[in-house]
């Protein structure tokens, strides 16, 4: 079990051939409270890049694009009637979706937490 | 939050508080005397209504006095200043309304014969007229009735011009910048494409070497908005231009910001193939709640065969219109708005145009342009401009000078309302941190102006003397403290019930 990171700021937590995605803490505080969320529907074969969901906060709309390719599995389906979890456990209960891994090299393309940390810091 | 200045009525001086019509209700209060209506048989088959209609029973006088007083809350440019970047809220001329109110343009009804509304026809030829010539372009489609609609327009245009060419399941694609209006990657995916972003420079315009490494013959077109929304110039804007049409795309310009460049450049000559034109920015409509938009398209001559039905043509007995996917129409891609277009605008735009003069144009765009810088040059030490000046129509600025204070862009913004001027726009462009990015318009005098800059150089300073609490609880002196957004996004009450 592992936890990666992208630079669009999304936590790519590993277990074995499955990764549960959600926005960082980081990405959250720039968000600002989170009033919507559209979250993907099992089954959708995605590409590394393709936008998968979309996150809505006072501030703005973001949309949550594919870490890696493969096929989610489940969407978090308590954020429709919860959105400020993401707020609230960015990390954690505020995952956005699970998704099979379709090509593990694609992993390698991700940051791991102190690289993330250097990312941002680069931001501020 | 304490407010030390509550009174015992809820009302602030003669700021009254008003509650909602419905909740005014007293029942058998009217305000016309009538006599009760004589029941009569109907012929609705059972379905009329047996039920209160619910409307609120009130005297004229409170009538009056409940929408004037909701008038008196309402704030727009006819109030003060408003300096809304991107949105170019100017001054709405009297001359155009007084125009639009002629009753032979005002009680012309759409369906009339053509014989009849020879004059209104004309005016439409004229107001096209007027923009080809600024643009210098060699057509125009004047039925779109918004900006976000007439990028649809445009693109549909080019849509129809590369499947005429039979290169509509090769080109797929289209090219956004990063700072564009979240309304172009809208449009774009609207008419079935799939949109790839272009990131900006350093200096906050088009990266032309990440431009060029994602053009190719599956690229359709570029959507570019030339100022762009940081209000700069983009300046490349002619190698652009040559690289989509040497890979056979079409260029589409966004021309929100004509306003800035309107009798200096002429769109035609940077070599864009199509652009809506805001009239209710640029040619001094009303809009924001005050009137519909309008946005004209003018087209390059490979678009053109493809613009939007109806259109005004020179015919052999006066002006005619082009109606129908035949003759001069055929290419057309169809209808997309009903009946000619907003024709209030047309007047109203005709009105500031031809009362402006080509030179008046000319010098409206420069002195927007002058008043931008203005603001840039006397708060640049102040605030934190994301890009190195000159600006065009509008300066951008970021939240660096707020950084450690305690006060965010929104607080900031709360503030300024305390201190009676209306906020800029927050948070857009996206590109920036914390962006606040204001845009005076060539309404504004040095006066405003300089009422302005003091207020946020005083409020700056009260940020950074650690004085966070002010922004905080603010705004305090409006009717309605601080809302709260977040509810209102999670749960909003969008209809008032009865309590039983």
């Known amino acids: ?124 | 939050m304490t407010d030390k200045l509550e009174t015992i009525t809820g009302n602030r001086g003669l700021q009254l508080e008003q509650p909602l019509i419905f909740e005014q209700d007293a029942p058998g209060r009217l305000g016309v005397d009538l006599g009760e209506p004589q029941t009569s048989e109907t012929h609705l088959g059972g379905v009329e209504r047996k039920d209160a209609i619910g409307l609120p029973n009130l005297s004229e006088p409170q009538t009056v006095r409940h929408y004037t007083r909701i008038s008196q809350k309402n704030y727009g440019i006819d109030s003060g200043f408003y300096p809304l970047g991107s949105c170019t809220m100017k001054h709405n001329p009297r001359l155009n309304e007084k125009m639009a109110r002629l009753p032979g343009f005002a009680s012309l009804h759409p369906m009339q014969p053509t014989s009849t509304t020879q004059g209104a026809l004309e005016l439409i030829d004229a107001c096209a007229h007027w923009l080809k010539v600024t643009c210098n372009m060699p057509a125009v489609a004047m039925s779109p009735a918004a900006g976000a609609q007439g990028e649809l327009c445009g693109m549909m245009a080019i849509k129809a011009a590369i499947e005429d060419r039979g290169e509509g399941e090769q080109r797929t694609r289209v090219l956004v910048p990063e700072s564009a209006h979240g309304t172009n990657p809208a449009t774009a995916a609207a008419c079935g494409y799939s949109v790839d972003s272009i990131p900006a420079n350093d200096r906050g315009r088009v990266d032309l070497d990440a431009f060029l490494s994602k053009l190719d013959d599956d690229v359709a077109g570029i959507m570019l908005t030339n100022p762009n929304t940081c209000g700069l110039f983009e300046s490349d804007i002619i190698k652009i231009a040559d690289a989509v049409h040497d890979a056979g795309a079409f260029f589409y310009c966004d021309g929100a910001n004509l306003n800035a460049i309107m009798g200096r450049i002429r769109p035609g000559d940077l070599g864009i193939d199509c652009m809506h034109i805001n009239l209710h920015k640029t040619f001094s409509t009303p809009h924001g709640g005050g009137g519909p938009g309008a946005g004209p398209v003018v087209l390059s001559e490979p678009l053109a065969p493809f613009a939007p039905l109806p259109f005004v043509v020179h015919g052999d007995d006066g002006f005619d219109l082009v109606e129908h996917k035949d003759g001069e129409g055929e290419k057309s891609f169809g209808r997309i708005k009903g009946f000619h277009g907003q024709m209030g605008m047309f007047i109203r735009a005709l009105s500031f145009m031809m009362s402006h003069g080509s030179d008046g144009l000319r010098q409206a765009s420069s002195d927007a342009v002058l008043n931008a810088n203005y603001l840039l040059a006397e708060l640049k030490d102040t605030l934190s401009p994301s890009f190195d000046g000159p600006c065009m129509h509008e300066c951008l600025f970021d939240d660096s000078f707020l950084k450690d204070t305690g006060v965010t862009t929104l607080d900031f913004a709360k503030a300024m309302i305390d201190e009676g001027f209306h906020p800029m726009t927050m948070y857009f462009p996206l590109v920036v941190h914390g962006a606040l990015l204001m845009e005076p318009t060539e309404s504004e005098s040095l006066e405003t102006l300089d009422q302005y800059i003091h207020a946020l150089k005083g409020l700056t300073a009260m940020a950074k003397s650690g004085n966070a609490d002010h922004f905080l609880e603010a705004p305090r002196l409006t009717p309605r403290r601080r809302l709260d957004e977040t509810a209102a996004a999670r749960a909003p009450v969008l209809r008032w019930k009865k309590e039983e």
Request: aromatic content about 6%.
């Open chain 1, 1 to 124: 079990m592992s936890m990666k990171y992208s630079k669009e700021h999304e936590w790519v937590l590993i277990e074995g051939d499955s990764a549960t995605v959600g926005i960082t803490n980081y990405a959250q505080e720039q968000l600002g409270d989170v009033v919507f969320v559209e979250v993907p529907d099992a089954g959708k074969a995605v590409d590394k890049g393709d936008e998968v969901a979309v996150v809505e906060s006072v501030k703005a709309a973001s949309e949550i694009y594919a870490p890696i390719s493969g096929e989610v599995s489940e969407g978090n389906a308590t954020l429709e009637d919860a959105p400020a979890t993401i707020n609230s456990n960015a990390e954690g209960d505020g995952w956005i979706f699970k998704m099979s891994i379709g090509d593990a090299s694609e992993l390698d393309e991700l940051m791991d937490a102190a690289a993330y940390a250097d990312h941002v810091a680069g931001l501020e």
